[in-house]
């Protein structure tokens, strides 16, 4: 038998200490997750994406009564990012969920599938992408999606050898 060992570092930073770009990334998801669609979870969510080109996007949950239906605000924000600006690679995506009248105190991470999204834009632009994940006293920073997901379902699984 063989052992593989998988290791994830996660810095924690508090917003004083973060760069005046990371709090307006922060402070775009925040503004973002206001605008969310969630009258079944009452979980808001918004994400924000910083472009190589300084541009910013956003996005938020889009809830749907038929649940499978809907949208996860990482998502969103990525298949707008990709299909705005096809050719400029995502370098940085901060996450924030409102719920109960206030933002969480504790720091929300991607589901799996938004997971997969933004690993295979990583992939697409050869390049990390990295994480900020909102909690009121402490923010998480990530380095690249792939330390969230480092058994991805990348383009060469997809090869016959």
Known sequence: ???????????????????DQQKTLIQKAKETSLSAYSPYSKFSVGAAILLENGEIVCGSNQENAAYPSGICAE????????STYPTVAPICIAI???????????AISPCGACRQVLIESEIRFNKPITMLLYGEPEIFFINSIKDLLPLNFA???????
Do not use: C, W
């Open 75 to 82: 998502r969103t924000a990525m298949f707008y990012a990709n």
């Open 96 to 106: 924030v969920a409102f719920t109960d009248g206030k933002f969480k105190q504790t």
């Open 1 to 19: 038998m063989k052992k593989i060992s998988l290791h994830t570092a996660i810095e924690v930073y508090t917003y004083e200490e973060l760069t």
């Open 155 to 161: 383009p060469s699984s997809l090869l016959s050898s």
